[in-house]
């Protein structure tokens, strides 16, 4: 297999040395940086995830800092999603749109103050929007990539390790609500939140030269608790409906065609895409979950078609094979014409079902005490 070679464009993290340590496998590039995919094989960190609970370094995660008196407005402007409501602390999955209503990328935004924003951003450029978008509207915000580093602890344990080095305060997080933390003699934001559906925290390190520390802590912490090293795992996000911007959803996507119009219910009109929103037709193709018969499917590089008989009908962009629920799971965009399709869909000449939703559909029990 072709080896990745790492340099100063490919990122490195305040982790890295322990990732390595660790015994990661494989690496992709994620916002120019460095970010595990498989520690001991996918379905041995799949299987680990589900029943212990694992740090994993997302630093790739990374934030752009709206600072200033119109932190709040270029807020507003680049998502559709109102903010008006959202309160200091808080977190919202807050997708970005174009003016064109493309998506931009699908973000984690959180208010850290009333001047100061942290978008916690998917694979893309967004700090160049922000920036393009303050100096042609003459915004008084200053934007930033901060110091600073997620660290996330996913698993059904995560609880018990967060409590055992943070203390019994982070027991009482919401979900994508938040809190400051001490360690290393500074403060930190934790929020309960994560790319997984098993449950957990980020903890967004401030400062790189705590990465050991706060690494090695944990793993310290968590020993009873069978901690190891993870990573966003490929068969538990399609499992639970985690979108992977770039390949389920990409700027080719309008919001309604990836489903997260259902978090813009109100659209805000002062944000950029409003005008292109609001006089949007119905869409033609929209993202679905999907499952195809076996036998098991490798991952996909590219996306593969969606065929009717001979017809194409749309394209899958994420497939792995489920052990728990003993078949591929998928998402795709489906051609509006086939959306009630049933038994006559394919994919590499295996038979592909709709889904009403992600397949895991009751394990998100901490979402029902929203923040
Ligand atoms: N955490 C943080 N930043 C991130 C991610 C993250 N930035 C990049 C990427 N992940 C952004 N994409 C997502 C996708 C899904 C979710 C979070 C970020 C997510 N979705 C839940 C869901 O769809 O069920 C909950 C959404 C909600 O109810 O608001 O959590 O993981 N910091």
Redesign the pocket.
């Known amino acids: 297999m072709p080896q990745l070679s790492i340099s100063k464009r490919t990122r490195s993290t305040p982790y890295t040395d322990r990732v390595t340590k660790a015994g990661v496998k494989a690496y992709t590039v994620y916002n120019h940086m460095l970010l595990a995919t498989v520690y001991r094989s996918l379905e041995e960190d799949y299987r680990h995830l589900k029943e212990a609970v694992q740090v994993w370094d ?1 630093s790739c ?1 990374r934030q752009v800092e709206l600072t200033g008196p119109d932190a709040g407005r270029l807020a507003q402007l680049m998502t559709p999603r109102d903010l008006s409501r959202q309160r200091i602390g808080q ?3 807050a997708p970005t749109c174009d003016r064109d209503g493309h998506l931009l990328n ?3 935004t959180i208010k850290r103050d009333e001047d100061r924003y942290w978008i ?4 893309s450029d967004v700090i160049y929007f922000a920036k393009g978008l303050a100096a042609g509207l003459g915004l008084n915000v200053s934007i930033q990539e901060p110091d600073v580093f ?1 660290l ?1 602890v996913q698993g059904p344990k995560a609880t018990d390790l967060m409590v055992s080095v943070f203390g019994e305060s982070v027991r009482g997080i919401k ?2 609500g938040t809190q400051e933390v001490e360690f290393g003699g500074r403060s930190h934001l934790v ?1 309960r ?3 997984s ?1 098993q449950g957990g925290f ?1 903890i967004y390190l401030s400062g790189a030269d705590l990465g050991w520390a706060l690494w090695d802590t944990l793993m310290e912490a968590g020993k009873s608790l069978d901690v190891h090293a993870g990573c966003p795992n490929l068969i538990e996000r399609i499992e ?4 992977s ?1 770039g390949n389920d959803i990409t700027w080719e996507h309008t919001l309604s065609e990836t489903g997260l119009a259902r ?1 813009c219910q109100t659209v805000a009109p002062e944000c950029v895409a409003y005008d292109a929103l609001m006089t949007q037709t119905a869409p033609t193709r929209q993202l679905r979950y999907l499952q195809i018969d076996g036998p098991a499917m490798e991952p996909i590089a590219t996306p593969i078609p969606l065929l009717d008989g001979q017809t194409y009908v749309g394209q899958i962009s994420s497939v792995a094979w489920s052990p728990d629920y003993q078949t591929n799971v998928a998402i795709g965009v489906v051609d509006a014409s086939h959306w009630s399709a049933t038994d006559t869909l394919t994919a590499s000449d295996q038979p592909v079902h709709i889904l009403p939703g992600p397949i895991v559909m009751s394990q ?1 029990t901490e ?1 029902s005490i ?1 923040a």
């Open positions: 997302v995660e977190c919202l999955y699908d973000p984690v916690s951003i998917a694979d997620p996330s979900f994508f929020a939140s994560g790319y559906v980020e639970g409906g985690l979108l911007y978090f998100k979402k929203i």
